[in-house]
């Protein structure tokens, strides 16, 4: 009975230093993803993101070329280009397992796995869109683009009203104003 307790100490032992290996390489790993960033830029260089190895957004850089566009069509920029930041995680996390633990366990290829999931690929670009029919303003400068506004016709004119007599206060009985029937002001 005494070899089978020396071979079960081998053999705990050998458990022990693989799983110590193992968390070796994991752990190199971990360093190596931790200081790993990915970043897109938008095709007219006007949106720049930068997400880190989570995928949480670290950078934003938005240039004075995006002024001229609406501030919709900037966001839908920015969310985009995170989405196609975060999808390139999973091709980095792959060549990290591949230089550091491996990616033939099992282990390997779930965590791989869950990092597809958490960040599928992006839909594709859309297509552009027509162009936004002009924006109304009113400027001064803007109205030489205006057409001339058809002249108002006034109004046709009104009869003349007869004239009214004048109206004069009628003096109440406890009307003590007496001013002498004169003017106040002389």
């Known amino acids: 009975m005494p070899d089978s307790i020396d071979a079960s100490d081998v053999m705990i032992d050998n458990w022990t230093k693989r799983l110590e290996e193992n968390a070796a390489r994991y752990q190199a790993l971990a360093d190596r993803m931790q200081g790993q960033s990915v970043t897109e830029r938008s095709k007219d260089g006007s949106v720049q ?13 938005i240039t004075e070329a995006a002024a001229g566009k ?16 975060q999808a390139r995680i999973p091709e980095l996390l792959q060549q990290a397992m591949a ?25 594709p670009d859309p ?16 109205t030489e683009e205006q057409p001339p506004a058809a002249p108002r016709t006034p109004p046709p004119p009104q009869p003349p009203r007869p004239p009214q007599p004048p109206r004069h206060r009628r003096r109440a009985d406890n009307d003590d104003d007496d001013f002498f029937g ?5």
């Open 127 to 142: 297509e552009p869109a027509s162009p936004e029919p002009p924006v109304r303003r009113f400027l001064p400068e803007d």
């Open 70 to 85: 609406r501030m919709a069509e900037v966001s839908a920029q920015v969310m985009q280009l995170v989405q196609r930041a």
């Open 182 to 186: 004169g003017p106040i002001l002389s």
């Open 49 to 61: 993101v930068t997400v880190d190895s989570r995928g949480l957004l670290k950078n934003l850089v």
């Open 99 to 123: 230089e550091t633990t491996g990616t033939g366990d099992q282990a390997a290829a779930e965590i791989i796995r869950e990092a597809q999931s958490t960040f599928p690929e992006p839909p």
